[in-house]
């Protein structure tokens, strides 16, 4: 969710006096170096010199109120573009740049192209700033074994087929639901017009502390086991809900995931409350994955995703809160539990990446920061919601691509609308596999639907959502069941 800041500055020289000036606050730091009259710079987005990942815009953070002159033209390498006052932030100036992987770019601001709103005598300096965008490298050389040398043989199996496919096909994959059911994929094996079932089923650890009711009960695998035997992948989400603790004592009884007192480092630590929740969940949950393991099962299972959040607006859930060294603890506390204490080896470990700061690209050592690193992942996903259908989001899977290095197999481990299959084989960013996150516009009546996610309504459903799903599911480079 973006911030919002309204900040504005108004100097009174006296009663009845008139606003004559823009002038800084005599006690007012001066956070730029670059001044023109007493319109001041406080901050640039990218830093003069700076290796970046590409960005679709940079901002420049003035001291007072701005104002753009019409008459004259910020440029991009020698080309004019149009820049703009943010809506957000009256005193912050926006140049968008588009920019491309592993190319330099100029940025020039002329002099009086930025003045101060409220007086139009107050001109800014111009500026010049050159950076270059990061290189993404051609040839992925992937990591051929899982990272787990005890992996059974069915995980290693489905890794090798995954390796064979990447970057010729895309599989198709949708949640199955959050109730441990098929009922999404099913209904999109109706409306695909004959492609198939997806080949990728998702399935969620979500309601673990109610298992086993009448309702729920992971210890019946027969949902994830016909899927598997039908010839799909089953792929597993922990949405890891926890109690609120406070002062030591549990004071609710299950809460949302995020906006909760649960500490990870607590979780971490022997002899706190956090520790006994989590150390029990963590061995209901293996008890279960045991389950799929004695029948022969491999899982491509995915917990702690999105912990990030952004960047900068913080994180989600609560494996997030006490930053990224913490949430990387916790996924090797997690695989060493799993793998030495209960056995298993069916897991193919997806971390999910993120990859924002301020609803922008973040910087690559930033994310890379915040990754287990390569001998603990097997696959790298990125969970994204894109307005509308039918794009590549090839710009996020280059970024994720350089972070990496090219070593993991990389994929949509969640993915509101579809993707465009062919546009992203032409632009070198097919995705290994896609897990459409299940959406029902009135799930009483059956009715699916994509969602505008950032109206909070649904957007494409009954035929339209019927079209769309065909559209990629017969499409040469995607696989289906």
Known sequence: MKKRFFPYLLLLAGVGALLTSCDKKDDEPDHGTITGNDMIIRSISVEDGANIAPIDEMTVS???????????????????????????????????????????????????????????????????????????????????????????????????ELLSNYGKVMYSGAMGGV????????????????????????????????????????GDITPVENVWKEGSIPTITWHWNVPNVVNGEVVDSKLLSYNNTFSPLEALTPGTVQNEIAEADIKKVA????????????????????????????????????????????WNHLRDEFENTYGLNNLIWVWTMQTSSQGRFADIDVIRKAYPGDEKVDIVGVDLYPDKPLTDQSSQFQLVNAVVEGKKIITLSEVGNLIDPESAFTNNALWSYFMNWYDFSDRDKGVFGFGDWNAQQVKYAGKEYSNVWAAVANSPYVMNR
């Not at 992996?151 to 890794?159: D, G, I, N």
């Open 287 to 330: 008890g279960y994955l045991k389950l799929l393991q004695d029948a022969n099962i491999p899982v491509l299972f995915r917990p702690f995703h999105e912990a990030a959040g952004d960047y900068t607006w913080g994180p989600w859930f609560w494996w997030g809160k006490d930053g990224t060294d913490a949430t990387i603890q916790l």
């Open 62 to 160: 003035y001291n007072n109120l701005v104002a753009i002159n019409n008459n004259l033209s910020a440029s991009v390498n020698g080309s004019l573009v149009q820049v703009y006052v943010s809506p957000e932030d009256g005193m912050k100036l926006v140049i968008p740049l588009n920019c491309e992987w592993n190319k330099e770019y100029k940025v020039t601001v002329p002099d009086g192209l930025v003045y101060c709103k409220d007086n139009a005598n107050l001109a800014a300096k111009g500026f010049s700033i050159s950076f270059t965008t990061q290189s993404v490298k051609e040839e992925p050389k992937l990591d051929q074994n899982l990272t787990n040398p005890n992996a059974t043989q069915e995980a290693k199996a489905l890794y090798e």
């Open 179 to 218: 109730a441990w059911e098929t009922t999404y994929t099913d209904y999109i094996n109706q409306v695909n017009d004959g492609a198939g079932y997806p080949k990728v089923v998702g399935f969620d650890f979500i309601h673990i502390a109610y298992s086993p009711a009448n309702w729920i009960d992971y």
